[in-house]
């Protein structure tokens, strides 16, 4: 599996920015995917997941109503719709999967895809 991850850049606060991950090899349906973001210096944080199917999804506290996970309309893609952006969004944002369940720890994520960079001016 081999994951790439898209449309990170730079917005004002209370824009919005759409990320896409494309994912290729095997995929079935325990297939979950992922994103997490990491500041420097400070842990990955979990901040949405989603079953292949679509029927669960999973998110942070603290982007819950402003961002959404979904299937992509491109093929093996999911995107995460991110609005209302606030300064403290701002992290290298890496798209991950894994076959098993809907779970938020990195740790149970085996495939991971290169970060995109997103900033947020205030």
């Known amino acids: 599996v081999q994951l790439q991850a898209s449309g990170g850049g730079l917005v004002q606060a209370g824009g919005s920015l759409r990320l896409s991950c494309a994912s290729s090899?095997?995929?079935?349906?325990?297939?979950?995917m992922g994103w997490f973001r990491q500041v420097s210096g400070k842990e990955r944080e979990f901040v949405a997941a989603?079953?292949?199917?679509?029927?669960?999804?999973i998110y942070a506290d603290s982007v819950k109503g402003r961002f959404t996970i979904s299937r992509g309309s491109a093929e093996n893609t999911v995107d995460l719709q991110m609005n209302s952006l606030k300064p403290e969004d701002t992290a290298v944002y890496y798209c991950?999967?894994?076959?098993?369940?809907?779970?938020?720890?990195?740790?149970?994520?085996?495939?991971w895809g290169q970060g995109t960079q997103v900033t947020v001016s205030s």
């Open positions: 991950a999967s894994r076959f098993g369940v809907v779970v938020r720890n990195p740790n149970f994520y085996t495939y």
């Open positions: 090899g095997r995929t079935d349906s325990s297939y979950v």
């Open positions: 989603i079953s292949w199917s679509g029927r669960t999804t």
